[in-house]
């Protein structure tokens, strides 16, 4: 499946300070993500008959030009079912059509498959690019760097569980919604884990030491400069608290934590 894509300057914490749109096949074809018009992605949607608009999650610096192009095209706007009030009040407008993970889009002869991918957002979605081709994976991987999975409402758990679901799946490439393509994508995945993982290590090692308050367990978790970003990392220590309580090791009430009494 032909498959294109074209970096939008946007309002956007990513370090690259830009979201890329795509284009997914030709007539007809879909268009996933459009954060902001710009000539190029103007030119490129009218080069194609873009009969589908839809967007991998709802944050702001995925949805900006989701009306425009829809009204445009006068192409068919899906939404997450059950996602229904978070995707008008995103991006503007009602969709005319839900999909669900396992709805299928066809293009011709090829299809897209949605693949539920929450963690980052609730309502977070994956497309198959054709039969075990490769995935536009959205937020959920970065080809350097991490992704941000904070708290109210990102689910780490929901997390490690889709990066594990998409390495057991092992396409050919990650299409990410931020920074250039992933052509190894298992060994992101793992890189993407491991990270995860030793971060949690470093949250739990903070609250056996003794630290108790989010900015106490943020302080001992973290070694490196937050300036800019302390924000986001607070929210990530949040996250992995209410992973770690979930799963009985540790106590916390949203305000204080402890060492689970069964460690």
Same mark, same amino acid.
């Given at each position: 499946?032909?498959?294109?894509?074209?970096?939008?300057?946007?309002?956007?914490?990513?370090?690259?300070?830009?979201?890329?749109?795509?284009?997914?096949?030709?007539?007809?074809?879909?268009?996933?993500?459009?954060?902001?018009?710009?000539?190029?992605?103007?030119?490129?949607?009218?080069?194609?008959?873009?009969?589908?608009?839809?967007?991998?999650?709802?944050?702001?610096?995925?949805?900006?030009?989701?009306?425009?192009?829809?009204?445009?095209?006068?192409?068919?706007?899906?939404?997450?079912?059950?996602?229904?009030?978070?995707?008008?009040?995103?991006?503007?407008?009602?969709?005319?059509?839900?999909?669900?993970?396992? @709805?299928?889009? #066809? =293009?011709?002869?090829? %299809?897209? /498959?949605?693949?539920?991918?929450?963690?980052? &957002?609730? +309502?977070?979605? !994956?497309?198959?690019?054709?039969?075990?081709?490769?995935?536009?994976?959205?937020?959920?991987?970065?080809?350097?760097?991490?992704?941000?999975?904070?708290?109210?409402?990102?689910?780490?758990?929901?997390?490690?569980?889709?990066?594990?679901?998409?390495?057991?799946?092992?396409?050919?490439?990650?299409?990410?919604?931020?920074?250039?393509?992933?052509?190894?994508?298992?060994? @992101?995945?793992? #890189? =993407?884990?491991?990270? %995860?993982? /030793?971060?949690?290590?470093?949250?739990?090692? &903070?609250? +056996?030491?003794? !630290?108790?308050?989010?900015?106490?367990?943020?302080?001992?978790?973290?070694?490196?400069?937050?300036?800019?970003?302390?924000?986001?990392?607070?929210?990530?220590?949040?996250?992995?608290?209410?992973?770690?309580?979930?799963?009985?090791?540790?106590?916390?009430?949203?305000?204080?934590?402890?060492?689970?009494?069964?460690?």
């Amino acid at each position: 499946m032909n498959v294109v894509s074209r970096s939008v300057s946007v309002a956007t914490r990513a370090p690259s300070g830009e979201t890329n749109a795509y284009l997914l096949g030709t007539d007809p074809a879909i268009l996933v993500d459009p954060a902001a018009r710009t000539e190029d992605l103007d030119r490129l949607v009218r080069e194609r008959n873009v009969a589908h608009v839809l967007v991998t999650h709802t944050h702001p610096d995925h949805v900006g030009a989701v009306d425009a192009y829809a009204a445009e095209t006068d192409a068919t706007v899906w939404a997450r079912y059950g996602r229904v009030d978070r995707f008008r009040d995103a991006t503007g407008r009602s969709p005319d059509r839900t999909f669900a993970p396992g @709805t299928t889009i #066809r =293009l011709g002869d090829e %299809r897209v /498959r949605v693949l539920d991918a929450p963690g980052h &957002a609730p +309502d977070h979605v !994956a497309l198959e690019a054709g039969r075990d081709g490769p995935i536009l994976c959205g937020d959920c991987a970065v080809r350097e760097g991490s992704v941000v999975v904070g708290a109210p409402e990102g689910d780490m758990r929901a997390y490690v569980t889709t990066l594990r679901r998409l390495w057991a799946m092992d396409p050919p490439a990650l299409y990410p919604g931020h920074g250039r393509e992933i052509d190894d994508p298992r060994a @992101t995945l793992e #890189r =993407l884990l491991s990270h %995860r993982a /030793r971060r949690e290590e470093r949250v739990r090692e &903070a609250v +056996d030491e003794g !630290a108790e308050t989010l900015d106490e367990i943020l302080d001992g978790a973290y070694e490196k400069d937050l300036s800019g970003v302390r924000d986001l990392a607070r929210a990530t220590v949040a996250a992995h608290l209410e992973k770690l309580a979930v799963e009985g090791r540790v106590t916390w009430d949203g305000e204080r934590a402890t060492p689970s009494e069964g460690d």
